[in-house]
């Protein structure tokens, strides 16, 4: 069976990609799989870039097929902020309660129709023949006031999206796998996968 190593330690993401490949006849692995593995840098200054500096530096490790996701949220009000600076919004070190809880703070008094948001997710495959593709998916929605739901991860319970009447984090996984930017990319990406798997 072919493997593919996703480049991420990031547990939701790794259970997001397992369901997403699940029509594939592919052994999915992840960062988690593997002990001390060191942190990327990821000083990218756009999701694509960073997707591409994770993909590159697990490929230069293992001999096999990586898939590498960059992504996060850009809120209107705050000009497009966290984007790239998503994961460590509220600092190095600090979760995702934490980055909620900063991107509420500086929402506060900002009006339901102003709230516009997305999120973004970058998916960058390179394979040890020296392939590289990458991609971008998005899914429109707002910020609540409020943190709803318990199902996802990072910014779902305050990402609503208006023409559900849910939070990103009040839905199945096999409802978000569908509609999130994840899905979108990879929807992006599949044309390249069927050649390269
Ligand atoms: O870099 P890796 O190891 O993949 O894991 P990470 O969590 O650091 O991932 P990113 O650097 O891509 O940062 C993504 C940020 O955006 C958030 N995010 C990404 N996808 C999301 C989703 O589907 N729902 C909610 N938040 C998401 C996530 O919680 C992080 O704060
Ligand atoms: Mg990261």
Redesign the pocket.
């Known amino acids: 069976m072919k493997e593919i190593i996703i ?4 547990a ?2 790794a259970k ?1 990609f397992e369901h997403i490949f699940k029509p594939y006849n592919v052994r999915v692995k992840s ?1 988690l799989d593997f002990e001390e593995m060191d942190d ?1 840098v ?1 000083d990218g200054k756009t ?1 694509e870039e ?1 997707a591409l500096i ?1 993909a590159r530096a697990i490929a230069s490790q293992f001999n096999q097929m990586v898939l ?6 850009e809120v209107d009000a705050l000009d497009g902020r966290p984007g790239v600076y ?2 460590r ?1 509220a600092g190095e070190g600090r979760n ?1 309660e934490d ?1 909620i809880l900063k991107v509420l703070h500086e929402l506060e008094g900002v009006p339901t129709d102003e709230r516009g948001a997305r ?1 973004v ?1 970058a998916l960058a495959i390179v394979t040890p023949q020296g392939d590289e593709v990458v991609v971008r998916g998005t899914c429109e929605g707002r910020i609540l006031t409020e943190c709803l739901g318990t199902e ?5 319970p305050i ?1 609503y999206l208006p023409h559900l009447s849910k939070t ?1 984090a009040q839905l199945p996984k096999s409802e ?1 796998n569908v509609l ?3 899905a979108d990319a990879f929807v992006k990406l599949q044309p390249y996968l069927e050649k390269l798997l």
Request: aromatic letters at 16%; a negative charge; charged letters at 30%.
């Open positions: 480049a991420t330690k990031n939701g993401k997001e960062l990327i990821e999701f960073n994770k590498a996701d960059d992504s996060g949220l998503s994961a919004y995702d980055n999120f997710c996802g991860f990072g910014y779902d990402f990103m978000k999130s930017h994840r």
